[in-house]
């Protein structure tokens, strides 16, 4: 099942325009026709079925049949993401994420950080083409901030839970936790939390949670993390 995206602004009543790379991936890779059925989703929950009424150069029109309100998940769960200095690795965490259920992730420059620029355009990219293949409505926002403090900062009605290697006692994150309403997962870069960002988190009252007695990198820390959460 292939699903497209269109933002709010391009759905009218019962009318939908795909343009861009979502135009040609329908008309020109896939080669769907006139009367073909087609999903698309807008990234705030909606789910539309519909048929494509017209192939035009540059968009395709989709008339829609159906309509649902996909519900968010609970909780919801937002990555904070301490920047990764490899792009690809950086990359395949982000996709993970959004794949296992992030609604939102957020990088965060750290005292271990070296990498210094972020392409968002590739980042933003990578949601939309994980969003589509894990055949989910809802786009989640990748933003960066300059600091841990800032992203503390951010989120002061959440639950933050911070996962780091030098946790220890049991493995995993208590199912009590699992039901908060919003929660925060930290997942440093390479080399880690320092000591100060740690005791800045346990002033913030996180919990601090091990992912195993072994050392992950950061992109395996995000996946183990949010699987927690399937």
Avoid at 109 to 120: F, G, I, L, P
């Amino acid at each position: 099942m292939n699903i497209f995206y269109a933002p709010p602004n391009q759905i009218r009543g019962n009318q939908i325009e795909l343009l861009g790379q979502e135009a040609t991936h329908v008309s020109k890779v896939l080669r769907y026709r006139e009367e073909d059925a087609i999903t698309v989703v807008d990234g705030q929950g909606g789910w539309y079925e519909g048929i494509i009424s017209r192939i035009l150069r540059d968009s395709i029109q989709v008339t829609v049949q159906n309509f649902e309100k996909k519900p968010r998940r609970d909780p919801r769960l937002a990555l904070a993401l301490g920047i990764i200095k490899k792009r690809d690795r950086l990359e395949f965490a982000v996709e993970k994420a959004v794949e296992l259920g992030a609604s939102e992730i957020v990088l965060f420059r750290s005292e271990h950080t070296v990498k210094e620029n972020v392409r968002m355009d590739r980042l933003e990219s990578t949601v939309l083409s994980a969003m589509k293949q894990s055949l989910r409505a809802y786009l989640p926002p990748v933003t960066v901030v300059p600091s841990l403090s800032n992203l503390i900062d951010k989120y002061k009605d959440a639950k933050l839970l911070v996962a780091h290697e030098k946790k220890e006692g049991e493995t995993g994150v208590p199912g009590v936790l699992k039901d908060s309403g919003e929660l925060v997962l930290f997942v440093g870069p390479e080399g880690g939390f320092s000591e100060d960002e740690i005791t800045l988190l346990k002033n913030r009252d996180s919990e601090i949670v091990s992912l195993g007695s072994h050392r992950l990198r950061a992109e395996t820390a995000v996946t183990a993390f949010l699987s927690q959460f399937l």
